[in-house]
């Protein structure tokens, strides 16, 4: 059975998606489209801008939405998901390939939650860091540990993968939390080069923005089940998604939990849609009996 799953921030790179639009004319409009609604030549800093400019997270989160969708949109008949899951933003896309949302409210949504996080992340300095090899319960108990002393916030943000789980909050609390998780025998805990504490309590401030932007727009029932990261399970039901996508910024992205859920619903087969092998990689480490590719074995 056929998953196709989308990556978040973090996978772009400067060239994505140029091949799509020199050769594919679908993607040429979709991504002229995408500039128009955006007011300003997104194409031109994913084509031929710099690291720099790729990394604002104003530009990273609409830009690898657009390869993610644009890349599975070009697809054609090869495109027939039973099931699709994206990881923190790749949600988004996940939405719009699976039809819940259109592609000019996805990217319009897309931007906003941008917009907002920006915002959030420049009005209280917070990062996050990478913790690998310790199991997650222990983490969790290292977190909530450090929540209690007054440091600040941190918690468990993205359950990655088994020996993989990103914690999220005020630096001090991260600073902290590292040190312990590195004594309770993580092999690391490596801080993250991001400008703020996605998935945490700390985004609370772009999560009331995003909210309003989420219930004006209209989402449909999607042709296939979508798996969301508040709780890994399926759903399909257009007022359950929003619920989910706006609780989204401030709760764990639970990706293991997705692909777990997904691989026992029946999927054996899955399809990394968008810039990067980050996806790939993570259920290899969740499952390796299963298939996991990018676009151009699918096809």
């Known amino acids: 059975m056929k998953a196709f799953v989308f990556p978040g921030q973090g996978a772009q790179f400067v060239g994505m998606g140029k091949d799509l639009y020199d050769t594919n004319a679908t993607a040429k409009e979709l991504f002229e489209k995408a500039n128009d609604i955006l007011g300003y030549r997104i194409t031109d800093i994913m084509f031929e801008g710099t690291d720099e400019d790729l990394k604002q997270t104003k530009v990273t989160q609409p830009a690898v939405f657009l390869h993610s969708v644009i890349s599975a949109i070009c697809m054609g008949d090869a495109f027939q998901p039973a099931m699709t899951a994206g990881h923190s933003l790749g949600e988004f896309s996940a939405l719009v390939a699976a039809g819940a949302l259109s592609f000019e409210d996805g990217l319009r949504l897309v931007y906003a939650r941008a917009m907002a996080m920006q915002k959030a992340c420049e009005a209280q300095p917070s990062t996050m860091a990478a913790i690998i090899a310790l199991p997650d319960e222990k983490i969790e108990e290292v977190c909530a540990e450090v929540s209690k002393m007054g440091k600040g916030v941190v918690v468990p943000a993205n359950y990655n993968c088994p020996g993989q789980l990103v914690i999220s909050g005020n630096i001090d609390a991260i600073n902290e939390a590292c040190e312990q998780l590195k004594a309770a025998g993580a092999k690391r805990a490596l801080p993250l080069k991001v400008g703020g504490a996605f998935h ?82 993570m259920i290899a480490k969740i499952n390796r009996e299963v298939s996991a590719h990018g676009i151009q074995q699918a096809e």
């Open 200 to 281: 945490s309590p700390l985004m609370q401030p772009a999560k009331d923005e995003l909210q309003a932007a989420i219930e004006q727009t209209e989402f449909q029932a999607p042709k296939c089940p979508v798996y969301q990261n508040v709780d890994g399970k399926p759903h399909t039901d257009p007022a359950e998604i929003k619920q989910n996508l706006i609780a989204q910024l401030t709760s764990s992205v639970r990706w293991t939990q997705c692909v777990q859920a997904m691989i026992q619903d029946g999927a054996d087969d899955f399809t990394e849609c968008g810039p990067g092998k980050a996806l790939q990689g």
